[in-house]
């Protein structure tokens, strides 16, 4: 018994319908792989502010001997209205520098170029009464 061909027409339109499957699955692996690369490379504001507070306090600790394991870590966005309120302390700072404040003193660090530019004795005068 002879087998009936089918047109080729079908079979056609049939491998354009397959290929166009496997491009949405490539396409869309693709971009799945290229998001979470992005993500893992670029990691959320959070972290990268921890892994930012952990670096200064690493290379600081290269150049300076740190006197206690309690900080407080800040940056400076607008130094001008710090050099009218306290000329002496913040006349060499600039913005984008950092702050690290301990219970006893205050440490400018510039991360450009892993530089200390100012440090500040705190003195409290006030009695702690408990």
Known sequence: ML???????YTTKLFLKINVVFFVLNLTA???LFINFVNYNNPTQN???KNSDD??????KKIYIL??????IGTINNVDIL???FPETYKLAENGDSIV?????MVIYRVKTNQIINLVYI???KKNEY
């Open 47 to 49: 972290n990268l502010a």
């Open 3 to 9: 087998q009936k061909k089918r047109p080729q027409r």
């Open 67 to 72: 006197p206690s394991e309690k900080y407080e």
């Open 101 to 105: 404040i301990f219970p006893d003193r």
């Open 55 to 60: 670096q200064i306090i690493e290379n600081l």
């Open 83 to 85: 050099k009218k309120e």
């Open 30 to 32: 693709f971009l799945f």
């Open 123 to 125: 003195v409290n005068n």
